[in-house]
C-alpha cells in the first residue's frame, strides 16, 4: 500500500504548546477569582485529561467542595475555557509559540511529493487556526486538506474518533496514512484508529507507554537540527526523519504482504 496522507496532532507534535495552554489556563483561573494556579507538575498529571474544558471539570472534580459549590464551578467551566482561549490564541497569534524541529519541513516534502496532510487534534479550532497561521502564513491553513479538531467529536483522545474523522474527510483507509502524535492518549487515538504512528514526546509527555508507535524519535530532526547519534540508532538514511525513510517505515515490505496475501488465498 503507498502512503498519500501524513494527519499531524497538534499540541506537543507540531508545537510545544503545553506552557502556553498552562500559562493561559491560570490567567483565566485570575480573571475568574478561582484562586487555582497549576504548577508544572499540576499540569503535566492534568494533561491525562485531552480537552481544555474537560481538564478544568476534572481538576474541579478532585476538589474537596459542597454538592451546591461543585455545581455552581461545573457551570463556569465553558466561560473559563473560552477566557483561557482567548489568552492562548493571541500569544500564539503573536508567534511565541515555533514548530518543532522538523515539523516544517517534512509538510514541505511531503506537500511537493503530492502527500495531503491533514490535522487531527483535540484542541480547540481556533487555536489550530493561530497557530498555523503565526507559522505557516495567511494561506497556513490551506496546505491542509482536512484539519479534524476539538468538539467535533464527542469522545475525544484516546478515543480514536478524531482520526476517525480525518480518515472520512480524506476518503483514504488507515494504512494510507501516517499519524505524528506525542502522547501516549494520541498514540492509543491514532493505533485504535488503525494508524502506523511516529511518536515525538515532550518534556509533558516524556516516559510514557509508547510500545506501539511505530518510530519513537526526540522530534523529527532537521538538517540544521540534526538528531544526536543518527543515523544509525534509530534511523537508516540521515540525522533528521525524511519522508523517504518516512514512507519506506510506514509500508510493511511488498514480499511480506504478498506472502499474507498467498496465505489469506490458499485454503
Ligand atoms: C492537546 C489537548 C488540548 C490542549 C489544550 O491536544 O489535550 O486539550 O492541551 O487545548 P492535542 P484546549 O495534543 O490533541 O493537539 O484547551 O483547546 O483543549
Ligand atoms: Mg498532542
Not at 478532585?62 to 465553558?78: G, K
Not at 515555533?98 to 483535540?122: C, K, Q, V
Request: charged letters at 25%.
Amino acid at each position: 500500500m503507498s502512503i498519500e496522507a501524513l494527519i499531524f496532532d497538534v499540541d506537543g507534535t507540531m508545537a510545544d504548546t503545553e506552557e502556553a495552554h498552562r500559562t493561559a489556563f491560570n490567567l483565566a483561573f485570575e480573571r475568574f477569582r478561582l484562586g487555582w494556579k497549576w504548577s508544572r507538575d499540576d499540569y503535566r498529571l492534568l494533561l491525562r485529561t485531552t480537552g481544555g474544558k474537560e481538564r478544568i471539570a476534572a481538576y474541579i472534580g478532585q476538589l474537596e467542595l459542597t454538592r451546591a459549590e461543585r455545581r455552581r464551578l461545573y457551570e463556569l467551566v465553558p466561560g473559563i475555557h473560552a477566557e483561557k482561549t482567548r489568552f492562548y490564541s493571541a500569544v500564539v497569534a503573536d508567534g511565541a509559540v515555533p514548530f518543532r524541529d522538523g515539523i516544517a519541513r517534512m509538510l514541505d516534502e511531503a506537500i511537493s511529493a503530492g502527500y495531503r496532510l491533514a490535522i487531527a487534534s483535540t484542541t480547540t479550532a481556533v487555536n489550530v487556526d493561530a497557530l498555523l497561521q503565526s507559522n505557516l502564513g495567511t494561506h497556513g491553513l490551506e496546505m491542509f486538506s482536512v484539519i479534524a479538531c476539538g468538539d467535533q467529536v464527542r469522545a475525544k483522545k484516546p478515543a480514536p474518533d478524531i482520526y476517525r474523522l480525518a480518515l472520512r474527510h480524506l476518503e483514504l483507509p488507515a494504512d494510507r496514512c501516517i499519524a505524528f502524535e506525542d502522547s501516549a492518549n494520541g498514540l492509543r487515538a491514532a493505533v485504535a484508529a488503525g494508524l502506523w504512528t511516529v511518536v515525538t514526546p515532550t518534556f509533558w509527555t516524556e516516559g510514557s507507554d509508547f510500545a506501539s508507535a511505530g518510530l519513537l524519535l526526540p522530534n523529527l530532526g532537521d538538517p540544521g537540527s540534526p538528531l544526536r547519534g543518527e543515523p544509525g540508532n534509530r534511523l537508516r538514511s540521515s540525522a533528521w526523519l525524511t519522508l523517504d525513510e518516512l514512507t519506506q517505515r510506514a509500508t510493511p515490505p511488498l514480499a511480506h504482504c504478498a506472502v499474507r496475501a498467498l496465505y489469506q488465498v490458499s485454503p
